[in-house]
């Protein structure tokens, strides 16, 4: 049992003096319910942390973890190799639109998202144009807390404590205008023009210097931000133009959450890499990947014919348990058609939030896939108003996730309609009695 102080665990993201002073701890899970210390049932509406798409202690993949580590505990992939790494790049390959099938492992959104721009860079070099080093990040974006994710971040709360960061590193603006876009539902359909603003970051840098833009599709910590109809499309176009690479973070879209197998597929737009986390093994294992399009393996491969092509790695990449963790999760969402019901949940989905509009202190809902926020009127410091909202939420047996004063929700694929009514009647409630 640990401390009644709870004094030795750092918790991260967290407010740790008024976490232990009111303690919050889950001691199981089931399907769409956590269980609290006590025995209370939580309907858990953020799928753990963005990652639980298929729901909770799925046995399949607990099954699949133990069998391996009873035979294979650990195998470096440093000159080194194990079965299940190439079966579960073949799957995600295979998952992956265009000729994105070549896959790096991580252990985690955040180093995927740095093996990315570390792989844009030596991509440039390889081909001959190291000058091009620039790397194109946006605000209110999130790419994990690594100093390479921290700096093409745009949230300055969780970058201002450690700068300064990584030089060489432009910003876009943000797409999201609350007075031409509150309570849209799904695309906005205002707001493509802003993709306009990477001509601009051209016209001052110059493209010749510009390794890659990231964006997450739809952008998670920053509020649930949904991309304008046609901004995509147009920051690739303006990409291929100026012979730029375009990275998604889709650490969280990816994996069922926008009803397809990734964000790119759901809006029909390849990028040249995908940084993948979270869902991929459904929570249970830490694991993150890289899919990367052919053209850029092969550049840097033959960039080095003898030797380590790419001096990069972990301890950990592509580890036994996560891949068997990988594998067992990619086929529950194939066998239980997941992403597919994903996308037949989204219009009730899409009501229930929209459906909170009138509640008190709603200033805005935003909507797409199985991601929806509700944006709350500020009051005082950032997380004044959300953070009493959340805690009521959970005394009432609902787990919501905040985005400072944004409520965000992430249900699991699994979730039924019923579970939607529970988690709109509650914060509701919830709003009502603030």
């Not at 205002?190 to 739809?218: F, Q």
């Amino acid at each position: 049992m640990p401390s009644e102080d709870l004094a030795s665990f750092w918790m991260p993201f967290t407010a740790n003096r008024a976490f232990k002073r009111q303690p919050r701890l889950l001691v199981a899970g089931r399907g769409m319910h956590y269980t609290a210390a006590g025995g209370r049932e939580i309907l858990d509406a953020t799928s753990g942390l963005w990652c639980v798409n298929a729901g909770h202690a799925r046995r399949e993949i607990a099954d699949a973890v133990h069998r391996v580590l009873s035979q294979l505990g650990y195998a470096t992939s440093f000159q080194m190799g194990h079965p299940a790494a190439f079966e579960l790049a073949d799957r995600l390959a295979e998952l992956l639109p265009g000729e994105l099938d070549r896959v790096f492992f991580t252990n985690s959104g955040s180093e995927s998202v740095d093996t990315a721009l570390k792989i844009a860079r030596a991509y440039q070099r390889a081909r001959g144009a190291p000058e091009r080093r620039v790397l194109v990040g946006r605000e209110r974006s999130y790419h994990g807390v690594n100093f390479g994710g921290l700096s093409v971040g745009g949230l300055p709360n969780i970058q201002s404590p450690f700068g300064p960061l990584l030089p060489d590193v432009a910003h876009l603006p943000h797409t999201h205008d609350r007075e031409q876009m509150a309570f849209s539902r799904g695309q906005p359909v205002w707001g493509a023009e802003r993709a306009e603003a990477l001509e601009e970051v051209v016209a001052e840098r110059g493209a010749g210097t510009i390794a890659a833009v990231i964006v997450e599709p739809v952008a998670g910590a920053g509020g649930v931000l949904v991309p304008p109809n046609g901004y995509l499309e147009r920051l690739r176009a303006i990409c291929d133009r100026h012979d730029i690479l375009l990275i998604f973070d889709e650490v969280i879209t990816a994996f069922g959450r926008l009803g397809a197998a990734t964000a790119a597929e759901r809006f029909g737009i390849v990028p040249d890499m995908i940084t993948m986390a979270k869902g991929l093994t459904n929570g249970a294992i830490p694991m993150g990947a890289v899919g990367i399009r052919r053209y850029i393996g092969e550049t840097i491969l033959d960039a080095s014919p003898g030797g380590v092509e790419l001096p990069h790695g972990y301890t950990y990449s592509g580890h036994p348990a996560a891949c068997a963790a990988g594998l067992a999760t990619l086929s529950i969402y194939r066998d239980e058609g997941l992403f597919a019901r994903a996308a037949e949940l989204e219009p009730a989905f899409e009501d229930m939030v929209h459906g909170l509009r009138d509640a008190p202190g709603v200033i805005d809902v935003r909507n797409l896939g199985l991601m929806g926020a509700i944006e709350l009127e500020p009051a005082g410091n950032p997380g004044a108003r959300g953070a009493p909202v959340m805690q009521a939420c959970f005394d009432r047996g609902l787990l919501v996730r905040l985005a400072g004063d944004t409520i965000a929700l992430s249900p699991a694929l699994i979730a039924e309609p019923s579970h939607f009514e529970r988690i709109g009647q509650t914060i509701a409630d919830v709003l009502h009695s603030f």
